[in-house]
């Protein structure tokens, strides 16, 4: 049980962190390095890297989804609330026209949307969220 011991406040530690992970700054950190990887990719003319850059899009956009989650039913619910519509737009356009247009080297096409209505959308979620 002595040697456990250990194990199991290690565990509940590392739990804990979880937990309070999801915060505000947490979102728009996450936010951030979904945007980051995305401008990468629109960037990018090199077929075999944008696959790379859209799953790190996908995986800052899941970390992203997992703080919403857990933030829904706390003191920053209403964050979340005003939040979450327009990053579900967000992420809608993203998938449907900017990586589509992408993978189909329109890449001037897929800055033209990034530039355009996901730049406001993010200016939205940033107020939304209160990130810097």
């Given at each position: 049980?002595?040697r456990?011991?250990?194990?199991?406040?290690?565990?509940?530690?590392?739990?804990?962190?979880?937990?309070?992970?999801?915060t505000?700054?947490?979102?728009?950190a996450?936010?951030?390095?979904a945007?980051?990887?995305?401008v990468?990719m629109?960037?990018?003319?090199?077929?075999?890297k944008?696959e790379?850059f859209?799953?790190?899009?996908?995986?800052?956009?899941?970390?992203?989804?997992?703080?919403?989650?857990?933030m829904a039913?706390?003191?920053?619910?209403?964050k979340?609330?005003?939040?979450?519509p327009?990053?579900?737009?967000?992420k809608?356009?993203r998938?449907t026209?900017?990586?589509?247009?992408?993978?189909?080297?329109?890449?001037?096409d897929?800055?033209?949307?990034?530039?355009?209505?996901?730049?406001?959308?993010?200016?939205?979620m940033k107020?939304?969220?209160g990130c810097q």
């Amino acid at each position: 049980m002595k040697r456990s011991l250990p194990l199991i406040l290690a565990a509940l530690l590392s739990s804990a962190s979880l937990v309070n992970a999801a915060t505000p700054e947490s979102a728009c950190a996450n936010l951030a390095e979904a945007r980051t990887q995305l401008v990468g990719m629109i960037a990018e003319t090199d077929a075999d890297k944008l696959e790379d850059f859209k799953a790190k899009v996908h995986a800052a956009s899941d970390k992203l989804d997992a703080d919403l989650s857990a933030m829904a039913a706390g003191p920053d619910a209403d964050k979340v609330a005003a939040f979450q519509p327009v990053w579900e737009a967000f992420k809608n356009t993203r998938e449907t026209e900017i990586i589509p247009a992408v993978y189909a080297g329109k890449n001037a096409d897929a800055k033209a949307i990034a530039t355009g209505i996901q730049a406001e959308r993010m200016k939205e979620m940033k107020a939304a969220m209160g990130c810097q």
